[in-house]
């Protein structure tokens, strides 16, 4: 057989097969229909296109085993049905009604609403008078019968805060540099029954239910965190977390509380005689007008001082706008910390430490370190006395004033040292007036008169009274010496020194009147050095 024959008989026979299979048949109208029908219900609900897409899949497979069975012989009628198709989430369920196949029976809306309710489709049935509308749309028309309700959810508890969220507000600190002395950093008091917190309770959500009856629980609602710290309350029937004190509000451990103290609102000008104070104290504006106060906490002053006397017994005195005084007539005492952005023309007494950004023209005695780190740093004309050190940024100023100094050793171990040595200087030179003025007399023997005799008797008790004075200052003196000879770690450390200074560190004494950059003066082999 030629090779050109061979191809024509496989041609034609592919076209054959070709035409075979595009040969129209029966359930092909069908899927034109319902693809139709799919595209005006998406166009109709937009947000229910997978749902219509699976469930024309559905129908279009249910024709071709309709159409199969016409194929096998099976010339039954075959009666309309509907078809009914929930979407995933039981939602929505979509209905359509295939029609009879050689001369079936059709279906009544009767029957159409049996099937409807023995498939389950229970809840959000639409009125009866709608799916009729749908109904009567006849075959192969794809359309909702029914839509669930979805949970409405709730709301969670809220809290609503009504002050800031500051740290707990102790004053007694260990590192001068740490203090802050700006706005963000005063303290926060508060009334008791004022509200902190303002809380609104949960509102729980309403279930919801799809198509089968099968009931969609809202998602559970939480409370509000009621930060509820030492001395609050809740109150109002639940809705308001109240300070439970006057005092002091500070946050602890993601918790609100309240530094029980007093409170003086406003300022302090005009108060006569002495206001004591058992407990904190806090004045909210000014202190001046020699107005003296005692108290057995801590002090916070929070505008300025001025002329006054501020006593603190067992705790922290802190001046939040500086210490602005009279000498002589501007007094603090702290039995720990005093604390002052400013400190000017003031006497201060701490037996811990003293924080300052500016010290200027004031006498301090501390039992531990001087800290002027912050700010300017600067410490100018003062005399200060520092059980431990005195760190600052600056010691001086072009003007050229003189600055005291003693570090290292308690602030009465040095004072007394000066005070015995000085007092042993007077003694020596009195005893001996006192000695030649008694040997004078002596030396007139029995002519001395009895008015001489009288002051010859005097000048013994006095000589005896020096005596044992000076045996007494002695042993001070020696207890104080042995004091001054345990080693100082006091030190005295700026990064720039204008003259003068005198610098005392136990018995040694330098005098400072250079210019200097980067001391650390300190004591080496009862040796003052610079660096």
């Known amino acids: 057989m030629p090779i050109f024959d061979r191809f024509v008989p496989r041609e034609a026979a592919r076209g054959e097969q070709e035409r075979n299979a595009f040969h129209p048949i029966p359930y092909r109208k069908m899927f034109s229909e319902l693809d139709a029908a799919g595209e005006e219900a998406k166009a109709h609900y937009p947000d229910d296109s997978k749902t219509v897409d699976a469930f024309i899949r559905v129908l279009k497979e249910t024709c071709r085993d309709r159409h199969r069975k016409v194929l096998d012989g099976e010339w039954r009628p075959m009666k309309a049905e509907a078809r009914f198709f929930l979407s995933t989430d039981r939602m929505c369920a979509y209905a359509c009604l295939l029609p009879p196949e050689n001369d079936g029976d059709g279906i009544s809306f009767e029957t159409f609403w049996e099937d409807l309710h023995y498939e389950g489709i229970l809840y959000g049935v639409f009125p009866e008078e709608a799916l009729q509308r749908d109904y009567g749309c006849g075959y192969l028309h ?121 409170i003086i609102d406003g300022s302090m000008e005009q108060f006569q005689g002495t206001l004591q104070i058992s407990g904190n104290l806090y004045v909210e504006g000014n202190v001046d007008g020699g107005v003296s106060i005692e108290a057995s906490g801590d002090i916070i002053i929070g505008g300025k001082m001025g002329q006054a006397r501020v006593v603190s017994t067992g705790g922290t005195i802190r001046v939040q706008e500086g210490i602005f005084g009279t000498t002589g007539q501007t007094f603090l005492t702290a039995a720990r910390q005093v604390q002052s952005p400013v400190m000017e023309c003031a006497q201060i007494v701490a037996e811990t430490s003293v924080i300052a950004e500016m010290v200027n023209n004031c006498e301090i005695r501390c039992g531990g370190t001087v800290y002027a780190m912050g700010g300017r740093g600067m410490i100018v004309d003062s005399q200060i006395r520092a059980g431990g050190s005195v760190l600052c940024l600056r010691i001086g100023n072009l003007a050229g004033g003189r600055s005291q100094i003693s570090v290292g050793y308690p602030p ?53 009274l020096y005596i044992e004075r000076q045996a007494m200052l002695k042993i001070d003196l020696a207890e104080v010496d042995k004091a001054l000879d345990k080693k100082s770690k006091g030190i ?19 005098a400072v009147t250079t210019i200097e950059e980067q001391c650390n003066i300190h004591l080496c082999e009862r040796r003052i050095l610079l660096k």
């Open 142 to 262: 794809i359309f909702p019968v029914a839509r669930g309700k979805l949970p409405c959810p709730g709301s969670d508890g809220k809290l609503t805060e009504l002050f800031q969220r500051r740290i707990n507000m102790r004053l007694d600190i260990q590192d001068g540099s740490q203090v802050d002395f700006g706005p963000d950093s005063q303290v926060q008091p508060i009334r008791k029954g004022a509200v902190i917190c303002m809380i609104r309770p949960p509102k729980p959500g309403t279930d919801g239910m799809d198509v089968t009856g099968q009931a969609l629980p809202s998602p559970p609602v939480v409370s509000a965190h009621v930060p509820q710290g030492v001395n609050t309350k809740i109150e109002r029937g639940g809705l308001a977390l109240t300070a439970g004190a006057d005092g002091i509000l500070y946050i602890e451990n993601d918790l609100f509380c309240v530094q029980a103290q007093k």
């Open 412 to 464: 009465h171990i040095p004072e007394t040292w000066e005070r015995v040595r000085g007092e042993l200087a007077e003694i020596g030179p009195t005893l001996t007036v006192l000695w030649d003025n008694i040997t004078a007399l002596r030396k007139l023997g029995h002519r001395i008169s009895d008015k001489e005799q009288a002051v010859l008797e005097t000048l013994l008790e006095q000589r005896k």
């Open 492 to 510: 005295i450390r700026c990064e720039k020194l204008q003259p003068c200074l005198d610098v005392q560190i136990g018995r040694a004494k330098e």
